[in-house]
């Protein structure tokens, strides 16, 4: 079956605009991800659906980062205002339950803020 | 600040011989997992380690879990060109649900 898909790509915006990172998850896949890896790093973690449950945004670097999760399954991360250091690949992830179980990531979108 | 630290950071090894990567954390645990993130498939699914297991094998795959230490080990045996990659323990902080990923060890392996 489908995994999970992030779009666009590569996404290439001017210092101060606004963009928003689309992803889907695996069909059935009640807990989505949202990470964030710098060139050479690790991920580091944003934000995390459970199914109806509130989100944990414990991972939001600024209220410039939002995200929502529509019926539960397509995932929207938008960041306001971006600026040079929000460029890295965005990365999402889905998994059938909450703890337990593993992540399937998507192949990330590309931020780079000029 | 990370929960998992692995190291060493980076490992050369010949083709043939075993790599071990180690992940240090730093709060108790529900479980650990192992994933491998390479250039074509981007960040997969190795193992994982449930808190109350010591070890468990996948293949040419060998993870221990120490709890009373923090720590836990990934052993590839008889590596392959094919391993080259970087690879990242992820734990649960326990009571929450996000997974917090560690650096990361970039393993290659020479031909």
């Known amino acids: 079956g489908a995994g999970v898909s992030q779009s666009p790509s590569n996404k290439v915006t001017e210092k101060g605009k606004d963009v928003e990172l689309r992803c889907d998850p695996i069909?059935?896949?009640?807990?989505l991800y949202w990470y964030r890896q710098s060139l050479g790093q690790g991920l580091e973690f944003l934000i995390y659906?459970?199914?109806?449950?509130?989100?944990?945004k414990s991972g939001l670097p600024s209220d410039r980062f939002s995200a929502e999760r529509t019926g539960g399954s397509v995932s929207t991360l938008t960041i306001q205002r971006t600026q040079q250091e929000d460029s890295a690949v965005y990365l999402c992830a889905s998994s059938l339950a909450q703890l337990g179980y593993e992540q399937f990531f998507g192949p990330g979108t590309r931020l780079t803020v000029l | 600040s990370q929960q998992g630290e692995e190291d060493p950071q980076a490992l050369s090894i010949q083709e043939g011989e075993n790599a071990t990567m180690n992940c240090s954390y730093k709060?108790?645990?529900?479980?650990l997992q192992w994933y491998r993130q390479n250039s074509g498939r981007g960040l997969v699914h190795l193992i994982l380690i449930r808190s109350n297991e010591r070890e468990k094998h996948s293949g040419r795959l060998r993870v221990t879990l120490d709890t009373s230490k923090k720590s836990s080990s990934l052993l590839i045996t008889a590596s392959r060109a094919a391993d080259t990659a970087s690879y990242f323990c992820?734990?649960?902080?326990?009571?929450?649900?996000?997974?917090?990923f560690g650096t990361g060890t970039r393993l290659k392996v020479l031909a």
């Open positions: 659906f459970q199914g109806n449950s509130a989100p944990d």
């Open positions: 992820a734990t649960d902080a326990h009571g929450t649900y996000k997974y917090i």
């Open positions: 069909s059935g896949h009640t807990a």
């Open positions: 709060t108790s645990i529900n479980n």
